[in-house]
Structure formats: C-alpha cells, structure tokens
C-alpha cells in the first residue's frame, strides 16, 4: 500500500487526495485508540484497579496522553494554517503571515474571498497573539502555530475569519552531557 501511495506523487512532492485520505484514516484510528487507552487508565484509577506504587506513573501517562490528543485534534483539524516548528515566536509569526498569504491568494481565486478584508483580519490576529505570546513569556521558545479559520460572508463579502490560535511552544527538556574523551 505504501509503495502504491509513493508512486502516485505527483512531480512537486504534494500528497495526493489518496494519500490525504490514507494518513486522515490513520490519525483518525491513532486518535481513537489513544481515547479508548486514556478511557481505560480513567476508570483503572477511578476504581483502584492500580497499585499505588504504579498509580503515579498512570497517573502521568494519562496526562501525556490528554495533551497528546490535543495536539494530535490540533494539527489534523481542517481550515487551518500552521506553522512547521519555528526557533523563535518571530520566526514562526514570519512564517504564520507567509503561510497565511499563499492560503488567502488561494481561497481569492478558488472561493472568491476578499483578501483586503481578510488581510484585516489578519492584522488584528496577529497583533493579539504577538501580545499574548509575550505575556506568556514564551517569545524565545520554540514553536509550531496552528491558525484556525472560517470562511465568512457579511454584507456581500466573503472572507476568511480567524478564530483561534493554538500555539505548541517547546522548553528545555533536560541536558544529556556525553564525554568523547
């Protein structure tokens, strides 16, 4: 199936709607099975079905698991730009406004939606999370952006309404020091 799926690439290396469908399925199964095992280790703890020297590392895989799902909901939703993992909050709002360009220049010609009125839409997105990212004290971090967005008509014009930001930002994990002598 995997060679199948690598032979009808087209020529710019895009996935094709098979391929599309194909890795949809399997996140959707991935996404599946992680609610049935997050279901199970809930009601395990609920009913002390685990010992207690164990219950805290459950306890912890269930969390893992909780914020995996949302990343995981994040990233496969529909209607939305992202970001690949970008150093910095500049470099990824660099990105996020390049990305959000080539997808408005699309949905103009597609969709006939309205750039001047969903660049504005934009500006006013941009500004909030340049200020929430600050806030938050992550502007250094590595990060991923995921814009969700809707396509919206009001008085006659249809452009692209933003709703939500979800930023994954990224800390130091810890410091593995190797010595090559």
């Known amino acids: ?6 032979l009808i690439k087209n020529k710019r290396k895009k996935l094709t709607c098979i391929e599309k469908l194909y890795t949809v399925g399997i996140m959707e199964e991935v996404i599946t099975q ?30 893992n698991i909780r914020t995996t799902l949302r990343v ?33 220049g699309r949905l103009a010609k597609e969709q006939g ?3 001047n009125r969903s660049a504005q839409e934009w500006r006013k997105a941009a500004s909030k999370l340049i200020e929430e990212i600050g806030k938050a004290g992550i502007s250094e971090a590595p990060m991923k952006i995921v814009l969700s967005y809707d396509i919206i008509e009001e008085d006659g014009v249809k452009y692209m309404k933003l709703e939500k930001a979800e930023i994954l930002y990224f800390e130091l994990e810890g410091l593995l020091e190797i010595n090559l002598k």
């Open 1 to 6: 199936m995997i060679l199948f799926l690598a």
């Open 34 to 63: 992680m609610e049935d095992l997050l279901k199970g280790i809930e009601e395990g703890i609920k009913e002390g079905k685990f010992p207690e020297i164990s219950r805290i590392y459950i306890e912890h895989l269930g969390r």
């Open 72 to 104: 995981l909901r994040a990233v496969t939703r529909e209607n939305t730009i992202q970001t690949g993992i970008s150093p910095s909050s500049r470099s990824a709002m660099y990105n996020l406004r390049r990305a959000f360009y080539a997808v408005i």
């Open 113 to 115: 939606v309205d750039k």
